[in-house]
């Protein structure tokens, strides 16, 4: 149940309205509030909507001699907190150091060798399943996957992964956050995830990488 004190953007805006009847044939206004993108999307973070992933925090994995080269994230890990089923529309990642590639898969995860799915790893996840590092099933892109997984559901015989995939070089690569753009019961809304990841190089804080 989101509390009664979050405000939906596009919402309780009737004064805004109103200046820009008297203002729009001098510069015209937008009506979007909040800065919402398309006026109607409720921004919210992790453990506060419909949809959540993974808490605050982040990981970093350490360069192989080699380039360029794959890391592989999976600490995402979708679920509903009503039980509603939600439909990812889009993720947006922000870097601090661009990857030469970056792309996300989801991943029915399975239990092998003690561990069920992808934490941080180097090189392709297909490898990595492929040879029975991990097991599980790929479900394609994101975009258009529904979410029906509980949040209280017991991740230990299985989870679906939101997987993230970045190809870098010697510079290294570094995901500030991200966003999940998604829809539940008719309703849009922005997930902002506070998670950082890191593909150590030259470009990438020491701290991390070390």
């Not at 509030?33 to 919210?44: F, L």
């Not at 070089?169 to 008719?186: F, K, L």
């Amino acid at each position: 149940m989101i509390g009664p004190d979050r405000r939906r953007a596009g919402r309780n805006n009737l004064p805004a309205l109103i200046a820009c009847l008297v203002l729009a044939a001098v510069a015209g206004c937008s009506s979007a509030g909040n800065g919402a993108p398309g006026g109607d999307r409720e921004i919210h973070g992790d453990g506060e909507g419909p949809l959540s992933v993974v808490g605050p925090g982040g990981n970093s994995i350490a360069a192989p001699k080699h380039t360029p080269w794959v890391a592989t994230f999976g600490w995402s890990t979708p679920c509903t907190t009503t039980g509603d089923p939600i439909e990812i529309e889009k993720i947006n990642y922000r870097f601090t150091v661009h990857p030469k590639a970056v792309r996300s898969v989801i991943f029915d995860a399975v239990p092998a060798h003690g561990v069920v799915g992808f934490g941080s790893t180097i090189g392709k996840p297909e490898n990595a399943v492929r040879k029975g590092h991990v097991a599980g099933t790929f479900l394609g892109q994101p975009e258009g996957f529904e979410v029906t997984r509980s949040c209280d559901s017991d991740t230990s015989q299985g989870k679906v992964q939101i997987l993230t995939v970045l190809t870098t070089g010697p510079r290294g690569a570094e995901v500030r956050d991200y966003s999940i753009d998604y829809t539940s019961e008719g309703e849009k809304y922005t997930l902002e995830v506070e998670y950082q990841m890191i593909a150590c190089g030259t470009d990438t804080p020491p701290a991390h990488c070390t």
